[in-house]
RNA sequence: GGGGGCGUGGUGAAGUCUGGAGUUCACGCCGGCCUGUCAAGCCGGAGGUCGCGGGUUCAAAUCCCGUCGCUCCCGCCA
């Protein structure tokens, strides 16, 4: 990036070895100490930062300009380098055992006084932040992330060329299908009354790619779903989506281990953990009480019911006897109070339990706790054998339906034990999900994509609840970094699958009719996956939410404060579409809500 | 749709629980001094509708109600 028009050498590459040569250099003014003579500037570009030095003496021309620079005045020097004097090197600095002495410098373009201060130290508030995002920008920390970013995905697409993968684009102007998470729309004007939608995923496009015969492709993907944030959610996103044709579970698996490995040499210099872990949905459910476990630590969840089976404590029998589980997790030495202790409790009912009984492992191995006095000895030896437990540790046990006894001591789990950052990476498969989940109100919904393989259609028509599926998830550090699966190739599978899933196949013709008549024509076996790359790079740079590897996101109601989006339009527009806004909303502007 | 946290000169915080004069700290900004600093230093100065609206009170940054914004979580995210 180093000679342009403006400049022959970037700041940040300076080293002792370039004592002596003359350089030009052009960025903007970090940091300004006037000595009232000589006068030192840091200089800042995109490669980092190098000191430049003004001596009045050596360059009494630019006496005038160096007094009166500011915090991120664009400037640009000319001047030889040379080894700083005696003990002022810098060692904090990769720069620091050079500097600049200007001969000249010109102020390429000045700078208002800041809204906020640029170094890393202060805390600004984010929605201030991303109103003037250019200046965050020049950041350290966003350089960085964006960086990393870049990084990853051209670590991605190196690894997808390398292994033949065709990059296709797909469209972003979709028909809706009302499945799934709630679509954007956007307004035909040449169709009035019509919509498009944006995708959520390019998921049918790449399967009529692979009927096409693109052997294998990929894209770096822009999806969209309309639904509420998260600090690990935006309402657009982007996807490294691929798909192989002929391929089976394994083919995705092992391409996402050497897409991970390439990301994270890229970025961290490092290699995690191969081959990746795996663990099947009910595993991950029973061990952690989630399908996306954080396995960097252990305090697994083990089942108590053996140890209750035959018991006279009536509280945990009652329990088991009544369909429900009895289960624990040792969660070691927390080096609580009594009142720390019952804390958790509380936290336990916060969470869903109807209660939580804890106990703390002393000396000779006697157990402390509110209900100490009604176990067995034999209970009490099961305990902590089950748990693992030594003098010190605090065990938590709760009975209760097994899904409650699974979110909860899962929860637990993760506000006890996990580590605070990423520091180390720990990647995990999971497999063998089930077919179906059931909604709130009852009903079969699909818990992939209704595209999904189930692993036995006889199952999946016989026993939905207990069907299993071909999809997996990619999970690291306990969060869920994306999902693929093996797919329907067979139109009539695929029109099972809506059967069971109670789309008359006159609803199923009109939505996916078009896509039920592509599976009739050759489809070969095929599999495939979506990485979710804001949600790993924010990992890999140990940032506590997406939008910090984002460099234009939105606020958690989806505006933009630096752009103003989404905003009102003129008449005119909605009147070339066909669309008028609802009275009571003009009548809401009218009042002055929702400015 | 629901629950929690936050909102105080340009920035970050303390003050709010327990009402009593816009008080304090750090940074930045403006002016002055200063020739080896690197978060430079020293002296001086300007700068606030305590998010907004209403209520209680002799008196509100502080208590109450509402509202807006930002954020974390639940729901939602095939």
Not at 184 to 204: E, N
Not at 321 to 336: C, E, F, M, P, T
Not at 345 to 372: C, F, H, I, T, Y
Not at 540 to 546: A, K, R, S, T
Request: with cysteine; glycine share 10%; aromatic share 8%.
């Amino acid at each position: 990036m180093t000679t342009t028009e403006y400049r022959d050498t970037s700041a940040g590459a300076l080293r002792a070895d370039d004592a002596g040569r003359e350089v030009t250099v052009a960025g903007w003014v970090a940091r300004r100490r006037d000595h009232g003579g000589v006068v030192f500037l840091d200089l800042r570009d995109a490669t980092g930062v190098v000191q430049v030095v003004v001596n009045p003496e050596e360059a009494p021309a630019s006496e005038d300009a160096i007094h009166g620079l500011r915090s991120e005045y664009c400037i640009r020097v000319r001047g030889a380098v040379r080894l700083r004097p005696g003990e002022t090197a810098n060692p904090d600095l990769p720069t620091g055992e050079v500097e600049i002495a200007a001969a000249s410098l010109d102020v390429l373009s000045p700078s208002s006084a800041l809204p906020f201060q640029l170094d890393e130290r202060s805390d600004v508030d984010e929605g201030r932040r991303l109103q003037y995002r250019y200046l965050d920008l020049r950041r350290s920390r966003m350089t960085a992330n964006l960086r990393a970013r870049s990084k990853t995905v051209a670590a991605m697409r190196r690894t997808m060329e390398e292994r033949g993968f065709l990059e296709v684009e797909t469209p972003t102007l979709i028909a809706s299908t009302p499945e799934g998470a709630r679509d954007f729309l956007v307004p035909s004007r040449l169709r009035p009354g019509q919509f498009y939608a944006l995708p959520q995923s390019p998921q049918l496009f790449k399967q009529l790619l692979m009927i096409g015969g693109v052997d294998r492709y990929y894209q770096i993907a822009r999806c969209y779903r309309d639904e509420d944030f998260r600090a690990d959610r935006q309402v657009e996103f982007t996807q490294l989506d691929f798909e192989g044709a002929f391929w089976g579970q394994e083919d995705v698996l092992a391409t996402l281990e050497d897409i991970a490995l390439a990301v994270v040499r890229a970025v961290r210099g490092t290699e995690p953990v191969r081959p990746f872990p795996r663990l099947t949905y009910a595993e991950a459910m029973a061990r952690y009480g989630t399908d996306k476990p954080d396995i960097r630590f252990g305090m697994e969840i083990a089942d108590l019911g053996p140890i209750f089976a035959a018991t006279e404590f009536k509280a945990f029998a009652g329990v088991l006897g009544d369909g429900g589980s009895v289960r624990g997790i040792n969660a070691g030495k927390l080096g609580l109070s009594r009142s720390g202790l019952d804390g958790l409790v509380a936290r336990a009912q916060e969470l869903g339990a109807k209660g939580l009984v804890w106990m703390v492992v002393e000396d000779g191995g006697e157990l402390r706790s509110p209900v100490a006095k009604f176990l067995s000895d034999d209970e009490r030896a099961g305990l902590r054998a089950t748990l693992d437990a030594e003098t010190g540790d605090v065990l938590l046990v709760i009975a209760d339906a097994p899904r409650v006894v699974s979110a909860v001591l899962g929860q637990l789990r993760l506000e006890l034990g996990q580590p605070a950052g990423h520091d180390e990476l720990a990647f995990l498969f999971v497999t063998d999900f089930p077919v179906f989940e059931r909604t709130p109100g009852g009903d079969l919904a699909p818990l992939h994509h209704p595209f999904t393989s189930p692993v036995s259609v006889e199952d999946m028509r016989e026993r939905p609840d207990e069907a299993i599926s071909k999809a997996y998830d990619l999970v690291l550090n306990g969060s869920e970094l994306g999902s693929g699966s093996v797919r329907i190739h067979d139109p009539e599978v695929q029109a099972q699958v809506f059967e069971v899933l109670g789309i008359t196949s006159e609803a199923a013709e009109r939505r996916f009719g078009w896509f039920l008549e592509a599976l009739r024509y050759g489809t070969p076996p095929h599999a495939g996956f979506a990485i979710g790359i804001d949600r790993l790079v924010a990992i890999l740079q140990n940032e506590p939410n997406i939008r910090e590897v984002i460099p234009f996101p939105k606020t958690q109601t989806g505006a933009d404060p630096l752009t103003g989006s989404p905003s009102r339009v003129e008449d005119y527009q909605l009147s070339d579409l066909g669309i008028d806004i609802r009275p009571e909303i003009r009548a809401m502007w009218a009042e002055g809500e929702d400015v």
